[in-house]
C-alpha cells in the first residue's frame, strides 16, 4: 500500500494552545497536501508544499517537509474550537494521483 | 462548498448486490477522481477519470469500475458487493491530471449488510 503514516492518531488539546501532526510518505513525491475532514464528510484542502520547498506558511497553519526523511508536519498555532476535525496528509506522485495518510484526530477543547 | 456534488448521500445495499454512485465535477474540471474511506481510515485512491479515459487505477479489483461522461461528470459501479465495500466514498475533481489541487464532494456513505 502507498498510504503513508501520521501521528498521533488522535489529539486532545485545549482552545488557545498549538497542534502539531506528523506524517510519513513512501516514495518520493511532486508535493504534499494536507486537508481537513468534518465528521466523514468532504475534504477541504488546507495547504500544499512542493517538494522542493522546506516550509510554507498559511494564517494559522505552517508545514514543514524534509524530503530526505520523507516526512511533513502540521501545525496549528492558537487553536481554536471549531478547528476540531481529522486531518490528512496526502503525497502527490505522479500524474495526479494522490496517496493519503493514516490521518490524525484532533480535538479542540474550549 | 466546492462545487462537486455526489449522490445519493446514504445508501444501503445487501451483500453481492450492484451500487451506482454519481459525481458532478465543479465547472470546467476535465478530471476525477475516486477514493474509497473506510472508517477510521484515510481515503484510499480507486481510479482516475480524465475526458472519458481511465486514467489511473488504485489497487482495487475489476469489480469496482467507472465511466465518465462527455460533460465529465462520472459513476463508480461496484458489482458483487461485499461488508467490506462499506465505506465513504469520495470523488474530487481538478481541471488537469497535472493539477495539484483535487476539490472533494461531500461523499456518499455506503453500507453493505
Known amino acids: 500500500s502507498q498510504q503513508g503514516e501520521e501521528d498521533p492518531q488522535a489529539l486532545s488539546i485545549q482552545e488557545g494552545e498549538n497542534a502539531t501532526m506528523n506524517c510519513s510518505y513512501k516514495?518520493?513525491?511532486?508535493?504534499l497536501q494536507w486537508y481537513r475532514q468534518n465528521s466523514g464528510r468532504g475534504l477541504v484542502h488546507l495547504i500544499l508544499?512542493?517538494?522542493?520547498?522546506r516550509e510554507k506558511h498559511s494564517g494559522r497553519l505552517r508545514v514543514t517537509l524534509d524530503t530526505s526523511k520523507k516526512s511533513s508536519s502540521l501545525l496549528i498555532t492558537a487553536s481554536r474550537a471549531a478547528d476540531t476535525a481529522s486531518y490528512f496528509c496526502?503525497?502527490?506522485?505522479?500524474?495526479?494521483?494522490?496517496?493519503f495518510g493514516t490521518g490524525t484526530s484532533l480535538t479542540v477543547i474550549p | 462548498e466546492t462545487g462537486v456534488t455526489q449522490s445519493p448521500t446514504h445508501l444501503i445495499k445487501t451483500r453481492g448486490q450492484q451500487v451506482t454512485l454519481r459525481c458532478s465535477s465543479q465547472?470546467?474540471?476535465?478530471?476525477v477522481s475516486w477514493y474509497q474511506q473506510a472508517l477510521g481510515q484515510g481515503p484510499q485512491f480507486i481510479f482516475q477519470?480524465?475526458?472519458?479515459?481511465?486514467?489511473g487505477r488504485g489497487n482495487f479489483p475489476p469489480r469496482f469500475s467507472g465511466l465518465q461522461f462527455p460533460n465529465y461528470s462520472s459513476e463508480l459501479n461496484v458489482n458483487a458487493l461485499e461488508l467490506d465495500d462499506s465505506a465513504l466514498y469520495l470523488c474530487?475533481?481538478?481541471?488537469?491530471?497535472?493539477?495539484?489541487?483535487?476539490?472533494f464532494g461531500p461523499g456518499t456513505r455506503l453500507l453493505v449488510l
Open positions: 477519470y480524465y475526458r472519458e479515459e481511465e486514467n
Open positions: 465547472s470546467g474540471h476535465n478530471t
Open positions: 516514495t518520493s513525491i511532486n508535493n
Open positions: 474530487a475533481s481538478s481541471s488537469g491530471v497535472m493539477e495539484e489541487t483535487q476539490y
Open positions: 508544499i512542493r517538494s522542493n520547498e
Open positions: 496526502a503525497s502527490q506522485h505522479t500524474g495526479n494521483q494522490f496517496y
